[in-house]
């Protein structure tokens, strides 16, 4: 991490302990950065690492990383000028055309994303776009239901990667694609929720490629000491900007070569 850590370990646990508490049992929580202004990305990354121990000791199973705030739109949307990246774990991810509960969630969106499937290990420093396509196994099209825990929206940086950027549920679907079969830079999307238009896109909104999203998180996750393993599912980032959801609706994106990922939302 190009900035330095400024929580003691306490603080560390302590805010871990804040996060994981307003994720599992679905409450808003002021961003962090009210109690600990100084707070610096690194010290985000800090929290997010503590939080990715604690459930894997209680025995979720990592399956992959999430890139988050990689288009315009999306930082824009949050006042951001910095991408971030999360872990996703099995206890996150939802079949296609699943009932997803919105009762266990807090400021439920969704965004649709191109999802990578890895055939073999990357790691960084140095990690390029090139090095992404060489090493994925197959893509396919994604929703990500985020799920921010700070209440009204009200966050910086650090506090959201401290909330593991905000990662609560995926969804998969659609057609896997081998990566020389498309362009995945100038993949269409247009998102429907209960039959209207309400958001499109196309993918090189994505840091202009979706691959250059997962080269910079193999580049994130060099500095915190992990490369990303063969056989990691990894999310590049919402193509537009995120559209809430509530009880009743049912959402369908559809991707341009990648065919459509559906879920509906109750209470
Ligand atoms: O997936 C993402 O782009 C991360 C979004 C983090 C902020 C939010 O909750 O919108
Ligand atoms: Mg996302």
Redesign the pocket.
């Known amino acids: 991490m190009s900035q330095n850590l400024t929580l003691s370990r306490e603080d560390i646990v302590r805010l871990c302990e804040r996060v994981e508490g307003a994720q599992t049992r679905a409450y808003a929580i002021p961003k962090l950065t009210d109690e600990y202004p100084a707070m610096t990305i690194a010290d985000g990354y800090a929290v997010q690492s503590e939080l990715r121990r604690r459930y894997l000791a209680q025995g979720h199973r990592l399956v992959g990383w999430?890139a988050?705030?990689?288009s315009k739109a999306?930082m824009k949307?949050?006042g951001v000028d910095v991408p971030?990246i999360?872990f996703l774990t099995d206890r996150m991810a939802r079949p296609e055309n699943a009932a997803i509960s919105t009762g266990d969630l807090v400021h439920p969106?969704v965004?649709c994303e191109v999802a990578f499937v890895m055939k073999r290990e990357l790691r960084g420093p140095g990690c390029t776009a090139a090095d992404v396509l060489a090493a994925t196994d197959y893509v396919l099209p994604a929703v990500?239901i985020?799920?921010?825990r700070f209440a009204g929206?009200k966050?910086d940086l650090p506090s959201?990667i401290a909330d593991n950027?905000?990662?609560a549920r995926f969804v998969g679907g659609g057609r896997a694609r081998y990566v020389e079969e498309l362009d995945l830079r100038t993949l269409g999307v247009v998102l429907e929720k209960n039959g209207e238009i309400v958001a499109m896109g196309a993918s090189a909104a994505v840091l202009g490629h979706p691959a250059e999203a997962i080269a910079m998180l193999v580049n994130i996750l060099a500095d915190l000491g992990e490369t990303l393993p063969a056989g990691s599912f990894v999310m590049s980032?919402?193509i537009t900007e995120?559209i809430a959801v509530q009880p009743g609706d049912s959402v369908v994106a559809r991707f341009q070569e990648l065919g459509s990922v559906s879920m509906r939302f109750v209470a």
């Open positions: 999430k988050g705030l990689t999306k949307q949050m971030s999360g969106r965004e990500e985020i799920d921010s929206f966050f959201v950027g905000s990662s980032g919402g995120a």
